[in-house]
């Protein structure tokens, strides 16, 4: 998995990230390529802020196999990998959640994290009304999703008795206060793409336990780590483990109920292509999607 080439575009406002990908263990082989596009400015233009598509090879002959869409794919695994992350790291006792934004990406931390805790209440804070009217409306509820889902007036209300904190913006500063958490969250960090976003405070970061996705891509990509570590608040060993680490028992994980941890995720590709293969797979097998002739 090579580092993603990530290409900004003048004037725009935007930028794109292609990844290649080649996976091959016992339970199967996938070979794929990511391309995603981040948009800022589309949140007023009535368009996803993240597009992007995931192109699957056989990795056997090298054919075209399917492209499948990346936003809900990305967005869904997002979520799911959110959700593992908080199964090793938050309390057991978790039961408050507040998420950042309102965009796919929020909603599907949501509804993943609230299946591997049993979260009571959430709360959710953004910028736009009608957006985070829309949220409450199409996720309190639903699924496992508790019914009590409230907008936060203040970023430091919306974290004020939050167990597990997810951010998902596009955000260039900190979206919260350090002093505003209480003792023992957990948070995700999902927003931050690039090295000029950060949706995390530096003084947080220096006293949590921190784990990332993929160590080299978080320090490639994640902004909150990378003006951190160039402020000098905290080092590139200041990373504890990647997640892996932690699935595979090489690491452990929280050590104290009062002990804060983060886990920093910039996506990689390798998830993508597995998902994206799992989504072929099960395409195939419903006769769902639309077959196009390929020479």
């Known amino acids: ?8 575009v003048p004037g725009q406002h935007g930028e794109g990230c292609a990844a290649p990908v080649h996976v091959h263990n016992p339970e199967g082989e996938a070979l794929g390529f990511r391309l995603t596009t ?35 794919l ?9 959700a593992v992350a908080t199964d090793l790291l938050a309390r057991r006792s978790a039961r408050t959640l507040t998420v950042f934004g309102t965009g796919v990406q929020a909603r599907t931390q949501v509804a993943a994290i609230c299946h591997v805790r049993e979260i009571e209440s959430v709360r959710v804070y953004g910028r736009d009304s009608s957006s985070l009217r829309a949220f409450v409306s199409e996720t309190a509820g639903r699924g496992r999703v508790p019914p009590d889902v409230q907008v936060a007036k203040t970023p430091a209300e919306a974290v004020a008795r939050a167990d597990i904190i997810c951010t998902a ?27 000029l976003t950060a949706e995390i405070p530096h003084r947080t970061l220096a006293r949590s336990l921190l784990v990332v996705d993929s160590r080299s891509s978080a320090l490639a990509e994640a902004g909150d780590l990378i003006q951190a570590i160039a402020q000098g608040v ?14 595979l028992g090489r690491v452990e994980g929280r050590s104290a109920p ?3 941890t983060v886990f920093k995720s910039v996506g990689i590709a390798v998830q993508d292509a597995v998902a994206a293969s799992i989504a072929l797979k099960n395409a195939r ?11």
């Open 169 to 195: 913006t596009t955000s260039s500063t900190p979206v919260f206060a350090d002093r505003d958490l209480r003792t023992g969250v957990h948070i995700n960090g999902i927003g931050s793409y690039s090295p």
């Open 285 to 295: 097998a419903g006769e769902i999607g639309r077959e196009c002739p390929w020479p």
């Open 234 to 247: 905290i080092t590139p060993e200041h990373i504890r483990a990647e997640l892996g680490d932690l699935v």
């Open 38 to 72: 981040v948009y800022p400015d589309n949140a007023g233009r009535g368009r996803p802020v993240i597009q992007g598509a995931v192109l699957l090879v056989d990795p056997v002959t090298g054919a075209l196999e399917a492209l499948v869409e990346g936003g809900a």
């Open 258 to 260: 009062d002990q804060i």
């Open 1 to 8: 998995m090579p580092a993603c080439v990530r290409l900004v």
């Open 74 to 82: 990305t967005a869904i695994r997002t979520g799911a990998t959110s």
